[in-house]
Structure formats: structure tokens, C-alpha cells
């Protein structure tokens, strides 16, 4: 993607989640999830929808994103809290320059599983994590339907809301087939890392969470979890 392409496909990110039940459904269950701590690593943050109600709640955010274009949009969200935020634009590599013990909690929604190497990046999260905090995970879950499972839904809230209809002034035709364009090639990576809930828990055990599963909004499409880090044994 050029950048007018990647900037456009980022705005109708922003603009067709709006209209999303399930969408706004899990950023609440990060938020309750989160409640409790103060200091929030919010990795993959994206456009950053879900680090500006963090922000709104007073708490301090770090967010790491790859994507610059998507930060951008992140910072002018949040321009108005900048004072708590602080921005990397990275990934496992930015992570793995932080010293151990850097937050209180992280979060990390809709982000799995992109990262490449997730064994690699569950240890990182393990290590910049306190003992006691709280990780909190909203993944995509790998099935052969995900493509249908992630788009139905949501084509037929929009179409409920007669947004997909051409005499609607306020109809979002253009920005849904933009997203059914990006959509392709984030369902065929979800589908090429093969990560199931199940390996992804045991992985956390591994490092030492206590893991909770919780149903989501998406239902079997994507799965929600948090995980609370042990003090190490060693
Ligand atoms: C579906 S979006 C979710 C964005 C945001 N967390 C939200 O809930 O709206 C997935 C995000 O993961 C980011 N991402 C993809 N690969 C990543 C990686 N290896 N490390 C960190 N973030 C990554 C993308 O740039 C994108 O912003």
C-alpha cells in the first residue's frame, strides 16, 4: 500500500469501527479489564481508539505501533492528553529496548496474531510486565471461516443502519470497500500463523501467567483473555 492508499484504508478503519457493536463491545473489556492499573502499554495500538479512553481515564500510556501512518492519526486523537502519552512507532524490536518491570499492565487488542515470532513476543511482554500486572489480550482467532466471521457481521449492522445504501448522505460505501480490500490479506496472515487460543494460553502458562478466558463480543471469531504475571520461581 502507497501512503494514500494505507491513509485512506486507516481512516475507514476509524470510521466503519464506529459503527461496530462488537468492536466498541471489546474496547469496554479492555477498559474494565485495565481498570485498576496506572501506567498501560497499549502494543499494536493502531489509530488509537482504545489508548485515547485510556487517557480519558487519566492513565498513563505508552503505545507502540509499526504503522506511521496509523500513529499519526493516534497523536492528533490524543492530542489533547499528550501530556500522559508517550509514542513509539515499532514493534518486538522497540519493545525489547524497554527495562524489565516498565508497566503496570499491557494491552494488546486485535493485535495477535500478527507478530511474527510469538513465542519471541509473549517473553518480551512477560519481562516489561510488573509481577502482579495484567495482561490483557483480545486475539483473532485462527479459522478457516475468520474472513466471513470477522466481515459478515458487521456488513449486516451497517446495512441494518442503512449505511451501504447510495442515497444515504451519510452512507459509508466507499470506506466498506476499502476495508473488504485490506480485509483479504490480514485474514490470509491470520490463517498462515495458525495461532489457536489453546497455544497461545499455553504459551503464557510458560511464561509464567495465570491465564483467565473470557467470552467476547466477536464470539468464536476472536477470543479475549487476561493474564496476570506470577513473580518468577527463579
Ligand atoms: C486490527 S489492528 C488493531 C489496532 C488497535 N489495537 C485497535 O484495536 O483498533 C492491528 C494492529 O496491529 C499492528 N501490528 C501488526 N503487526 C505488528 C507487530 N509485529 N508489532 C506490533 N504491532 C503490529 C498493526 O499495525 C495494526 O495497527
Keep these: 500500500m502507497n501512503w494514500k492508499e494505507a491513509n485512506a484504508y ?15 463491545y ?14 498501560i502499554l497499549d502494543f499494536g495500538a493502531g489509530t488509537g481508539n482504545l ?12 503505545v507502540i505501533e509499526p504503522n506511521k501512518i496509523a500513529l499519526d492519526i493516534l497523536k492528533r486523537k490524543c492530542l489533547h492528553f499528550r501530556a500522559n502519552l508517550v509514542s513509539y512507532r515499532g514493534d518486538d524490536n522497540r519493545l525489547e529496548e ?24 509473549i517473553a518480551n511482554l512477560k519481562r516489561v510486565i510488573k509481577p502482579g500486572g495484567i495482561l490483557c489480550i483480545s486475539a483473532w482467532a485462527y479459522r478457516e471461516d475468520i474472513e466471513e466471521g470477522a466481515i459478515n457481521k458487521l456488513e449486516a449492522e451497517l446495512k441494518e443502519k442503512k449505511l451501504l445504501e447510495p442515497e444515504n448522505p451519510n452512507n459509508v460505501i466507499r470506506e466498506w470497500d476499502t476495508i473488504l480490500q485490506g480485509a ?8 498462515e500463523r495458525k495461532l489457536s487460543r489453546e497455544s497461545l494460553e499455553q504459551l503464557l502458562k510458560t511464561n509464567e501467567f495465570s491465564v483467565a478466558v473470557e467470552e467476547s463480543a466477536y464470539k468464536e471469531y476472536a477470543y479475549f483473555l487476561t493474564a496476570k504475571s506470577e513473580k518468577s520461581k527463579t
Design 10 to 24: 486507516l481512516n475507514a478503519y476509524d470510521k466503519i469501527q464506529a459503527q461496530s457493536q462488537r468492536y466498541k
Design 26 to 39: 471489546l474496547l469496554e473489556q479492555h477498559l474494565k479489564a485495565l481498570s485498576l492499573y496506572t501506567s
Design 51 to 62: 489508548a485515547v479512553e485510556l487517557l480519558k481515564k487519566g492513565k498513563q500510556v505508552t
Design 98 to 121: 524497554f527495562p524489565p518491570n516498565s508497566f503496570d499492565a499491557i494491552t494488546s487488542s486485535l493485535v495477535l496474531p500478527f507478530p511474527r515470532d510469538i513465542p519471541r513476543h
Design 184 to 191: 483479504h490479506s490480514l485474514t490470509a496472515t491470520i490463517l
